[in-house]
């Protein structure tokens, strides 16, 4: 590893030969009594109004033998911190933090003054609330982990940073309050950011591949949340939580598929309709994966699913239809997709007309013009609806309804049944950081099915679910 | 993934799985030896099995598997060779479910008979949950167990008001003969004690665990004499012409007509837990092999796909003739099933005491 020499010259050389770029400059000035000094910054992220301000105008009145000791009291600069090897230096400046050296240095200054750009602190507009708090992450990690420890305000709270990535060498907060999460869980996490050797991350999610047990899975094995006071309330539970600088979902882990069908909502309103939304939430999901299915393995293979009346209406409707029932479907379920995708992606006011010519010239015209028939536009609109009750799962349940199409079209209802039972087996053989996917249901554990797609009231919710197997277990007193 | 089955699981499965295995062809086939008297050699079924189930459970106090327990007495070989056959007779315990299942999917689930090709995915399924291990069924069974609870007791609300329990009386119509004759043949469908030998050494064992188990066992039992009855109750003497008996009693359900065949819910729902319960004799019989050999890579994943291959040709070779099939196995082979069921665990208890005298 090499050092700073002490010689300014040679040391500012030996760095501007490891940072290149033109974007790193380099600002001498002497002080008041003649001692020279140099700053090295890269531009576009160091605050130079700041670096002014809490570290140049100070210096200029520097007066004694300079060390890095005296440097460092003289510099305003609320974070600082000194360092000698050329390439953390080089790393600093690189992160937008100045590096000042000057004559006989050995041991540079490095003074907190990044330019931090954020955007306003702001409600995610995929976990909107109607009761509770509305902030959200944002891209910040600092801004990020100070909204945690806003809420969580104690010793027992760890934030411990990380650095993933050879090129972008991205900060990942590891969160979590000790004495309550898993240690076990915790070291495991550490290890396993650890041994990532990928050159950049450019959003948590890069980070979900390297935590899931089955990488490859379709399975989602890792929580996420958009919302300050769910991972708080994530962290409280036991787990452990990481924010990934750049990303304003953070991550949590062991994750439970229960999770996803509980809102933030659900513990500000009586138990009673927290339950009943949770149990909709579930409903409105199976039906969205499998009423196209059943509506082809019935048209197909058995027609005694229909109501007598359903099927005469079924019937009339298909009569001049030209293609076969689980082909029609899955050109709407198609449709609905491009629509879904264009109408994200386009400018809003795209997306206004976009969503007139998807509901009246692909639906309605396609229903006169006879290419589809007006109960499998109704079945797929509702699908498509009931899909976005569970919107963090759409990833995967939206491709298990096109499978579950795909087989009830070729082998009927028994085709279905088999998908589910394939699914189930690998849902319960699934776990991550020792802890099932599946967990309260399978396996049962009675004590946390109080808060899972039911709820109890918050008094009956005394203890910290059993499935995390925090050593902390009571919560409440 | 943790390598002991819970206590709970193995209640779970005693008292809701292993009844969905009765509820296909068995009333049927009562009804046809026994007419109107067809619970008391259902109820004597579930008796004997349900003592059966208790002796098993005691056996696992001992926390060895099979192979362990006779390799103690007998030596690795002899143990090795006898663990082989009991997986011989867990393979010949699941032609009848399996021949159950695929008959009642192909006249159930379609309108038209399919060709048996229809059947084929349930062997791809098979192959998956087989090559896992048995400890991972326990979790499945916690799952399960709503399901099969639901499914039964929506079939039997559904059919309840459509029964006329007048037509189990008077009692002792079919008379001596036709009362031993439904209880031999019916043996062959009570072997769920067998299928907990091979768990034996993966029970996580509690006290009391043996008395539980059989009361758990003898609960399920109650549904299915209860569903016994409401099936003779509805169909009478034409009962034993009406092969998948859950999947036809709930038809008459008066609200049918307004909201469509709602009981398919609840039909659909045993039929998934009827896939794992298929498919558990050859998942216990491919552990059995597994301890006999050793455990060794992809042993499992091989033992899967050659026994449900064999199945399958069966199956194919054999389409014609699977009645003739069922009615060999319930009619001339029933004896081969309590052998192994109520034989092994007897026979094991004394090799147990004589060790501790040792």
Redesign the interface.
């Known amino acids: 590893m090499k050092t700073l020499s002490g010689d300014l010259k040679k040391d500012v050389d030996a760095l501007k030969k490891l940072l290149p770029a033109e974007d790193i400059l380099t600002f001498s000035f002497s002080s008041e009594k003649g001692l020279d000094f140099c700053i090295l910054f890269a531009d576009p992220i160091t605050d130079k109004e700041l670096l002014g301000e809490q570290v140049i105008r100070p210096l200029k009145h520097f007066s004694d033998k300079p060390t890095a000791d005296m440097v460092g009291s003289f510099i305003t600069s609320p974070e600082m911190k000194k360092e000698k090897e050329l390439q953390k230096l080089a790393a600093e400046v690189l992160a937008g933090n100045p590096v000042i050296l000057w004559d006989g240095a050995d041991e540079g200054v490095v003074a907190g003054t990044k330019k931090v750009f954020t955007r306003a602190i702001s409600e995610p507009s995929t976990d909107v609330a109607v009761k509770g708090p509305r902030e959200g992450f944002i891209e910040d990690v600092k801004t990020n982990t100070s909204l945690i420890r806003r809420r969580l305000k104690t010793g027992e709270l760890k934030i411990e940073m990380l650095e993933v990535g050879r090129r972008s060498k991205t900060f990942v907060a590891l969160c979590y309050l000790e004495g309550t999460a898993v240690k076990k869980t915790v070291e495991e996490v550490k290890k396993k950011i650890g041994e990532i050797d990928i050159d950049i991350i450019p959003d948590s999610s890069y980070l979900t591949h390297f935590l899931a047990s089955r990488p490859y899975s379709l399975v989602k094995q890792v929580g996420t949340t958009e919302k300050p006071d769910i991972f708080c309330a994530k962290l409280a539970e036991g787990r452990v939580g990481l924010i990934v600088d750049g990303s304003p979902i953070a991550l949590t882990v062991p994750y439970l598929l229960v999770e996803d069908f509980q809102s933030s909502e659900d513990y500000f309103v009586p138990p009673y309709r927290a339950t009943f939304t949770r149990l909709l939430r579930l409903f409105a999901l199976i039906v969205a994966i499998y009423l196209p299915a059943f509506y082809i393995a019935g048209q197909l293979?058995?027609?005694?699913?229909?109501?007598?009346k359903?099927l005469l209406t079924i019937a009339g409707s298909i009569r001049d239809i030209p293609f076969s029932p689980s082909l029609e479907m899955l050109l709407v379920l198609l449709v609905l997709e491009v629509l879904n995708e264009a109408s994200i992606r386009m400018p809003k006011y795209v997306g206004m007309a976009l969503s007139v010519v998807g509901a009246l010239v692909l639906g309605e015209t396609a229903v006169s013009a006879g290419f589809v028939s007006t109960p499998a536009i109704i079945i797929i609109a509702f699908s498509g609806i009931g899909l976005y009750a569970v919107p963090n799962l759409i990833e995967q349940t939206s491709v298990v309804r096109l499978a579950m199409l795909l087989v009830a079209g070729s082998?009927?209802?028994?085709?279905i049944?088999?998908l589910?039972?394939?699914m189930?087996?690998y849902l319960?053989?699934t776990?991550n950081f020792g802890t099932?996917l599946?967990a309260p249901?399978?396996?049962?554990v009675g004590r946390d099915l109080r808060d899972s797609v039911f709820k109890y009231n918050l008094g009956s919710l005394d203890t910290r679910p059993r499935t995390l197997k925090s050593p902390n277990r009571r919560r409440l007193k | 993934m943790k390598h002991k089955l819970a206590s709970r699981q193995i209640y779970l499965f005693l008292s809701c799985i292993a009844p969905v295995g009765k509820l296909v062809f068995l009333p049927a086939h009562l009804a046809r030896y026994a007419k109107n008297d067809l619970l008391f050699p259902a109820a004597l079924e579930f008796l004997v099995q349900a003592g059966a189930v208790f002796l098993v459970l005691l056996l696992a106090k001992r926390e060895k598997s099979l192979h362990e327990m006779l390799e103690e007495v007998f030596g690795r070989i002899a143990a090795s060779v006898l663990v082989c056959i009991f997986a011989l007779f867990l393979l010949f315990c699941s032609l009848l479910p399996l021949l159950e299942q695929q008959l009642f999917v192909q006249s159930e689930f379609y309108d038209t008979l399919p060709s048996l090709v229809a059947f084929g995915p349930f062997f791809i399924f098979s192959v998956y949950l087989c090559a896992k291990p048995l400890a991972s069924l326990g979790r499945t069974w916690d799952i399960l167990a709503p399901f099969a609870a639901a499914g039964l007791v929506g079939i039997l609300l559904l059919s309840v008001g459509s029964a006329d329990f007048g037509a189990l009386a008077p009692v002792g119509a079919a008379g001596g003969s036709g009362f031993l004759r439904a209880t031999a043949s019916a043996t062959s469908w009570f072997f769920d004690a067998a299928l907990l030998i091979p768990f034996l050494g993966k029970f996580e064992y509690k006290k009391g665990m043996a008395w539980k188990g059989a009361l758990c066992y003898l609960g399920g039992g109650a549904a299915v004499l209860l569903f016994l009855a409401v099936f003779y109750g509805i169909f009478g003497p034409i009962a034993f012409n009406q092969l998948f008996g859950f999947s036809k009693t709930s038809k008459y359900f008066s609200g049918i007509t307004v909201l469509g065949r709602i009981d398919y819910l609840f039909i659909y729902s045993l039929a998934l837990v009827m896939a794992f319960y298929v498919a558990l004799p050859l998942q216990g019989g491919i552990e059995c092999v597994v301890q006999a050999v050793g455990e060794k890579k992809y042993l499992r994943t091989f033992l899967s796909i050659a026994v449900n291959a064999l199945l399958f040709a069966l199956l194919v070779l054999l389409e014609y003739r699977l009645r003739d099939v069922l009615s060999v196995i319930s009619d001339t082979l029933y004896w081969i099933f309590p052998i192994f069921f109520l034989l092994v665990p007897v026979l094991l208890l004394p090799l147990r005491r004589r060790r501790r005298e040792s």
């Open positions: 293979f058995k027609l005694q699913l229909f109501p007598v359903l082998v009927g209802t028994y085709g049944i088999l589910t039972a394939f189930l087996l319960v053989t776990e099932p599946l249901f399978s396996p049962i």
